[in-house]
């Protein structure tokens, strides 16, 4: 599913997942460290908004609005990656961003990139984040995946959650790029005013990272 959606406690209508996002056998299980300190700095807030960058997973909406009973914003910036892809206008993403997020400064809570920055061209990362750090509340968090091996990358990946500290990640293909690097020096920078409160380097590469706005 692509395209935008909004979910609050008052609208609980939520949109059914396509055959492209039922569970596989590819599926991969995987355990996070870092995804529960987010939950754990939106938990205290009466309601929370959150803006989730990845694809439309019904089931992750259900569980964001059960645990957090937040407002969601979700935008599939993955279905662009791909369309701009394969056109070879990767830089033209920058006008998807502008025209799409539209959150006023200081209005959002929390965060969810997932591994969004890993194809998008070095340019157009320094202007996105930028974006999304002046979103973010005092006290937000900003969570994601960063890879940290330039190699080239063939699918992407739909992460489903399953609990506080567990996802099932569903890959499929996507024009073949070559994964953008950013270190957590990079990352100081490009999200201005916002410092790394954890990261874990994984066994795929990644860097599993959580940003906070002091």
């Not at 300190?37 to 960058?53: C, K």
Request: hydrophobic letters at 40%; aromatic letters at 10%.
């Amino acid at each position: 599913m692509t395209g935008r959606f909004k979910w609050s406690p008052r609208k609980p209508e939520q949109p059914a997942e396509t055959p492209a996002q039922a569970a596989s056998s590819a599926d991969v299980l995987t355990t996070s460290k870092v995804f529960p300190r987010f939950l754990a700095a939106l938990a205290p807030l009466p309601a929370p908004v959150i803006l989730d960058l990845g694809a439309v997973v019904g089931s992750n909406v259900s569980f964001f609005g059960d645990r957090l009973s937040c407002k969601i914003y979700v935008e599939d910036f993955m279905s662009d990656v791909e369309a701009h892809s394969k056109q070879g206008n990767r830089d033209g993403l920058t006008q998807v961003f502008a025209r799409r997020l539209t959150q006023a400064p200081e209005s959002v809570d929390g965060i969810l990139c997932w591994d969004l920055f890993d194809f998008l061209e070095r340019s157009v990362s320094v202007l996105l984040a930028s974006r999304l750090a002046k979103m973010l509340r005092r006290g937000g968090a900003l969570y994601g995946f960063f890879g940290t091996t330039a190699v080239d990358l063939r699918n992407y990946s739909r992460y489903v959650v399953e609990g506080e500290d567990t996802f099932r990640v569903r890959s499929y293909p996507a024009t073949p790029i070559c994964r953008t690097v950013l270190n957590p020096r990079d990352m100081v920078k490009m999200f201005d005013g916002l410092t790394v409160s954890e990261s874990v380097l994984l066994k795929s590469n990644t860097r599993e990272t959580l940003l906070r706005k002091p």
